[in-house]
T-cell receptor
Framework: RKEVEQDPGPFNVPEGATVAFNCTYSNSASQSFFWYRQDCRKEPKLLMSVYSSGNEDGRFTAQLNRASQYISLLIRDSKLSDSATYLCVVNDATGANNLFFGTGTRLTVIP | NAGVTQTPKFQVLKTGQSMTLQCAQDMNHEYMSWYRQDPGMGLRLIHYSVGAGITDQGEVPNGYNVSRSTTEDFPLRLLSAAPSQTSVYFC????????????????FGQGTRLTVV
């Protein structure tokens, strides 16, 4: 079983749409959760950390449900520049900072 | 501020050749790691280091060696390249989560696209 599972998509949405991505993780001891963004042929970059209380950064909202081991990312008012692959990332709780990555969900925002 | 610098960006190797992928960071991060990214697989951890002189294996360590003689550098060595090692390799660094740090951001190098023929 993969440590982190997410729907690979692709998601094709019009500009201005709201889109939600979900992922589940298998290690209940994981303590840190993130969404990273990866543009085509580029390195991953941190989009936002995910906190138990939920957190928002502009048009982006992340939620964590520890009981269900479920993480979500909501993007409101999608822009063309949001087109990318979104990676759900969870740490391994060993005391190092090893990260487990989902396979990524590809988003294309269409004019 | 260079961040994480990886070289080379592209490499073609013949089966059986060896090479070293270089990674350097200038953020004084304790933790460094190497991942490979393959289509449909996500990023998978090869080796990691929590500080100079300390290295350990990740999910997919076979065929690779690492060393960490300084805080800044974490090279990845392919001992005898195989076609199965064709992939995109990313080096990453972050502050250690030791001491209670949480949600430490990982910074990635630009990646090395390796093809083994």
């Amino acid at each position: 079983r993969k440590e982190v599972e997410q729907d690979p998509g692709p998601f094709n949405v019009p500009e201005g749409a709201t889109v939600a991505f979900n992922c589940t993780y298998s290690n209940s001891a994981s303590q840190s959760f993130f969404w990273y963004r990866q543009d085509c042929r580029k390195e991953p970059k941190l989009l936002m950390s995910v906190y138990s209380s939920g957190n928002e950064d502009g048009r982006f909202t992340a939620q964590l449900n520890r009981a269900s081991q479920y993480i979500s990312l909501l993007i409101r008012d999608s822009k063309l520049s949001d087109s990318a692959t979104y990676l759900c990332v969870v740490n391994d709780a060993t005391g190092a900072n090893n990260l487990f990555f989902g396979t990524g969900t590809r988003l294309t925002v269409i004019p | 501020n260079a961040g994480v610098t990886q070289t080379p960006k592209f490499q073609v190797l013949k089966t059986g050749q060896s090479m070293t992928l270089q990674c350097a960071q200038d953020m004084n991060h304790e933790y460094m790691s190497w991942y490979r990214q393959d289509p449909g697989m996500g990023l998978r951890l090869i080796h990691y280091s929590v500080g100079a002189g300390i290295t350990d294996q990740g999910e997919v360590p076979n065929g690779y060696n690492v060393s960490r003689s300084t805080t800044e550098d974490f090279p990845l060595r392919l001992l005898s390249a195989a076609p199965s090692q064709t992939s995109v390799y990313f080096c990453a660094s972050s502050y250690s989560i030791a001491g209670g740090r949480m949600n430490t951001e990982a910074f990635f190098g630009q990646g090395t696209r390796l093809t083994v023929v």
